[in-house]
């Protein structure tokens, strides 16, 4: 496309459209942190409690749900994990919400999660 007869306005132009177009759209979205938990509150505060704490077995012999303030818990789950939990579900305990949540509150979700953090909270 560009050889040995193309001239350096066009190279140049090629350069710039490849530094200046991948990053349109790219800034950070804020996330409300009140929808948050409004949407924690709705759809799983149920299991994991209003506060994230994890709570007893819904069923004899079933699994805890997740408590949120588990360090251990953030540290070995990236984003990407706890959202395909979300949509998916994981064993018995946790139920798949599929297409509930649109990307954007899967996000807030997410973010509402990770709130928990101890060492982000500085609880």
Known sequence: MFGVG???????????IG?????????????DPAEGKNLFASACARCHGPEGAG?????????SPRDFHDRAFHASHTDEQIKLTI????????PPFGTTFTDAQLATLVAYVRGFDPEKSGK
């Open 19 to 31: 530094f200046v177009f991948p990053c349109v759209g790219c800034e950070k979205k804020t996330v």
């Open 55 to 63: 709570g007893l077995p819904l069923f004899d012999g079933g699994p």
């Open 6 to 16: 193309a001239s350096w306005g066009a190279r140049s132009f090629a350069l710039l």
């Open 87 to 94: 949509v998916n579900g994981k064993g018995v305990g946790m």
